[in-house]
């Protein structure tokens, strides 16, 4: 009896253990557990989620399909060639010419350059910078000088410009010039040369000796095929030196023109070196039709040793001072002095102003319509 009872209970007590492992192992395994250990008796597989390896980059669904802009980069076609005016904060108008040479209204003291939408400019030697934002036909600029005064301005396009040159039919870009002068008429060639540049021609000074020229005195070279090139160069500097188109084949392979200023009885009163202005600040007032005009009364009084700075001004409101060189007190006679070296280009008279006596400058009027 008793042997059936303990049979009964060993029966009992396996069921109950196969009840047990029946509803505790889809338990264990809903956690992760496998069930097994290792020799310390910790369980082979964790639960907790593996750390990334460094280095390593968790990808995202949500940037898989993400798209990426770029920042858009602003460029603008170039300046060159074109012009601009308008007034600044201070109450001044301004107009500026971006020639293809580098330089600002063609004066070898003021230059540019742009990159993309941004443009930058400086007058008279660095004295004054300008940086500007190109936006369409409207320029937004702010400037300073060397005295830290500050000021800023916006420029528009100006409509179907792009020189303010009275002579811009005769444009001589890529023209390669040699002016050749004898010793006394410097100051003649350089003004040609400033002249022709202002024409965008690539020129360049050559002294020769004042002796042996007769076959070149008053003469420009050519090679075959430039003779209507060569008149058209003679006949802007014919108030400096008459000159007559010679050809020769020896000129073929430098393709250059050779202007002989050489004559020596023929001469523009620049060529008189008893004149010297070394350390006179002179600053030439321009309409913006008389920029030509301007710039080659910039060049001979630099060739006499002034300090020339250019400035435009609009072409109204300027009947007080149309025809003036404008001087301080006790410097009428060289006021005369220097209206008489660019009288072929603007008859002025001296006119006295007090507001003149600090800044030590004269004011060259060329602002007549002619």
Request: glycine share 8%; no cysteine; aromatic share 8%.
């Amino acid at each position: 009896m008793n042997a059936i009872v303990r049979s009964l209970g060993l029966l009992i007590a396996v069921a109950i253990l196969l009840a047990a492992v029946i509803l505790v192992g889809p338990a264990a395994r809903s956690q992760g557990g496998s069930g097994e250990k290792d020799s310390k008796g910790n369980s082979n597989k964790s639960t907790t989620r593996p750390r990334p390896r460094p280095g390593s980059r968790r990808s995202s669904n949500r940037n898989i399909n993400r798209r990426v802009t770029p920042t858009p980069v602003t460029y603008a076609a170039s300046l060159a060639g074109t012009s601009w005016a308008g007034p600044d904060s201070t109450g001044d108008y301004r107009r500026f010419t971006f020639t293809s040479n580098g330089r600002l209204n063609n004066d070898a003291s003021d230059t540019w350059r742009q990159e993309g939408n941004k443009i930058y400019w400086e007058i008279n030697d660095g004295y004054s910078h300008y940086e500007g934002t190109i936006n369409g036909d409207q320029i937004d600029y702010k400037a300073y000088n060397k005295v830290n005064l500050r000021w800023t301005g916006t420029l528009t396009r100006v409509a179907g410009s792009t020189t303010s040159n009275p002579n811009a039919d005769a444009n001589f870009s890529g023209v390669s010039i040699r002016i050749v002068h004898i010793p006394q008429r410097l100051a003649d060639a350089q003004v040609a040369a400033a002249r022709l540049r202002s024409l965008r021609a690539d020129v360049t000074l050559y002294e020769t000796s004042d002796s042996g020229n007769g076959d070149w005195v008053g003469r420009i070279v050519y090679w075959e095929g430039q003779e209507e090139l060569a008149n058209r160069i003679a006949s802007k500097v014919s108030d400096i030196e008459v000159v007559t188109p010679k050809f020769s084949a020896d000129t073929e392979g430098k393709r250059t023109f050779y202007l002989w200023i050489a004559n020596k009885k023929q001469g523009s009163s620049v060529a008189n070196n008893e004149t010297n202005f070394r350390g006179v600040s002179i600053r030439v007032v321009h309409i913006p039709q008389r920029l030509a005009d301007a710039q080659v009364a910039a060049a001979r009084l630099r060739s006499l040793g002034a300090e020339v700075t250019l400035y435009e001004t609009s072409d109204s409101g300027n009947g007080d001072w149309v025809g003036r060189i404008v001087y301080w007190e006790g410097q009428e006679e060289l006021a005369s002095r220097i209206a008489s070296r660019v009288a072929d280009i603007e008859v002025v008279t001296p006119k006295f102003s007090s507001d003149t006596e600090g800044k030590r400058t004269f004011y060259l009027w060329i602002a007549s319509k002619k």
